[in-house]
């Protein structure tokens, strides 16, 4: 007898708090994770007075929210401000604590590590050892002991390594390099079967004045062998997209397919490598006009059956859809904080995904 089909009925479960008289401007990468059944988001960054494009400055905010959680509705509980200005961190939630690995600040990728959980109403921290190397835009998993941390990038490349630290002594441990994969990759979607198997899909590598390789590779890590194999290919190859693992399912959700992004990374290179200044303008001129009048990214939801190896497309995301943030699950809710939603423009919204 075959499984049901999974459906997701999706909603906004609540919004980030206006600033003063303005609507919240959202944040990309926020920081985020549910400790003791209290939803945080906290950090990301974002263009609160203009676009890039328009000369506007990437801002790296120094807020946390937080939030109770009752089925599919949030409720605001706190605003706190947060010591630190981080974003673009790989986060995971484990048991009643999260975890954000790497991330940058100020555009400068960091290799610091932190453990995040609820004191009373106060969210604390405790730093754990760094990462082997400063990363940003990795992903990160969970397996018994350890959480892994997959690929990410810096000013100087691109990783194609895997890391684990054991949080069960992360007081005495170190990060270890334990796997390397077929490619570097930074902005994959990474899940776990909680059990013996990790899961990365997607993603991309940027090239030098050229455009960014985007993946559309499942690979499945075998935690007992290390072994990597390539299982699958994804309906579509996507980038910066979220995902959760549930009862037997990789659901992976949105992301870019860079058909936007590739055209402006193609006029980029063009702009880097043009000597005379009318042309280069012009081509500036070009980029922001595309960037400007960006569509919005995959409102796809994709469920890959790991039994069958099967893809079957299922409830697509209602409204905008985020990027570059991180799918939590919470019993068969999965929620999905803030977010990109358009070059340059970020989503006060919390979505929110009843399974079915």
Request: net charge neutral; charged share 25%.
């Amino acid at each position: 007898m075959s499984e049901p089909e999974l459906k997701i009925d999706w909603s906004v479960g609540g919004i980030l708090p206006a600033t003063g008289e303005r609507y919240h401007p959202g944040v990309a990468g926020p920081v985020s994770g549910i400790a003791e059944d209290v939803l945080v988001v906290a950090g990301g960054a974002n263009f609160p007075n203009g676009m890039p494009w328009e000369g506007g400055a990437k801002q790296y905010t120094k807020e946390s929210y937080h939030y109770s959680i009752a089925n599919t509705h949030l409720k605001l509980k706190q605003t706190e401000v947060f010591e630190d200005s981080l974003a673009y961190s790989a986060n995971v939630t484990v048991g009643k604590v999260f975890y954000s690995i790497g991330g940058e600040r100020m555009g400068q990728a960091t290799a610091d590590v932190f453990c995040y959980l609820m004191k009373g109403n106060k969210l604390h921290r405790k730093a754990l050892s760094f990462l082997p190397e400063a990363l940003t835009n990795g992903a990160a998993t969970q397996v018994g002991d350890y959480i892994y941390f997959v690929g990410g990038e810096n000013a100087d490349k691109v990783s194609d390594k895997i890391y684990r630290l054991n949080i069960k002594s992360s007081k005495y441990a170190n990060w270890e390099e334990y796997a390397s994969l077929p490619c570097a990759v930074s902005h994959a979607v990474v899940v776990s079967d909680g059990d013996s198997r990790i899961y990365i899909a997607g993603g991309r590598k940027r090239n030098l004045n050229s455009k960014s390789k985007i993946y559309n590779a499942l690979y499945e890590l075998q935690i007992e062998t290390n072994k990597i194999t390539n299982v699958d290919t994804l309906p579509e190859a996507i980038a910066a997209g979220v995902g959760v693992f549930y009862k037997g399912n990789i659901i992976l959700i949105g992301g870019d397919n860079a058909k936007t992004f590739h055209r402006v990374e193609e006029l980029i290179g063009a702009i880097n490598l043009e000597v005379d200044e009318t042309k280069k303008a012009d081509l500036i001129r070009k980029k922001n006009a595309i960037q400007s009048s960006h569509p919005g990214f995959v409102h796809d939801v994709w469920i890959y059956d790991i039994k069958t190896k099967s893809w079957k497309k299922t409830d697509p995301i209602k409204g905008a859809s985020p990027v570059t943030t991180t799918a939590i699950l919470k019993d068969d809710l999965i929620i999905i904080p803030s977010g990109e939603i358009r070059a340059g423009v970020r989503t006060d919204q919390i979505l929110i995904g009843k399974i079915k």
